[in-house]
């Protein structure tokens, strides 16, 4: 937030959008510089990267399904017309089709208005090479297709709702 704020006196820049914000360190003071900067865009990239609790305890990550809610609601209602984006990541070793289902329902409930959906490999050196119940390839391709179909329905009505709107 205090970078941000600082950036808001320098001359010419114009625009300052905030990326890679993790949901465990989003402050009120930068949803309020956000909201209030002098060239902060209401723009959020907030790698959510999965919703399932089950999911989330084997990828280490700390937020569960309600909290992660619960700082996206609560980012929309103190940012006016904040565009939010995020990468949620399919075929995570161990998905099962139920966790998948959850991650697709929290897409339709969140409705990013931009969304990249990362597939799943293997990368040596990493705590997840190691995880067992690796989803097949064409399983991954077919999930993040899936997503990708449904956020394409979002990302065109939001662009409607923009319709005879200025920027």
Same mark, same amino acid.
């Given at each position: ?14 625009? +300052?959008?905030? @990326? ?27 790698? +959510? $990267? @999965? ?21 996206? @609601? ?32 929290? +897409? ?8 990249? +959906? ?32 449904? $956020?394409?329905?979002?990302? $065109? ?11």
């Amino acid at each position: 937030a205090s970078l941000l704020a600082a950036l808001g006196s320098v001359p010419y820049l114009r625009w +300052v959008r905030c @990326h890679y914000a993790y949901p465990r360190q989003l402050s009120g003071n930068l949803l309020c510089q956000l909201a209030t900067g002098k060239n902060t865009l209401p723009y959020l990239d907030m790698p +959510v $990267q @999965h919703c399932s609790n089950a999911v989330l305890r084997r990828m280490r990550r700390g937020r569960g399904q309600h909290k992660l809610k619960e700082l996206l @609601h609560r980012v929309r209602d103190d940012v006016p017309d904040v565009v939010l984006r995020s990468s949620p990541i399919v075929g995570f070793p161990g998905e099962s089709d139920a966790e998948f289902e959850e991650l697709r329902h929290f +897409v339709d409930e969140m409705r990013f208005e931009r969304l990249g +959906v990362f597939k799943y490999s293997d990368e040596e050196g990493t705590d997840a090479y190691a995880l067992g119940g690796k989803i097949p390839g064409r399983i991954i391709r077919s999930r993040h297709d899936k997503i990708m179909r449904r $956020q394409r329905r979002i990302h $065109q009505a939001h662009l409607k709702s923009l319709i005879g709107t200025v920027h």
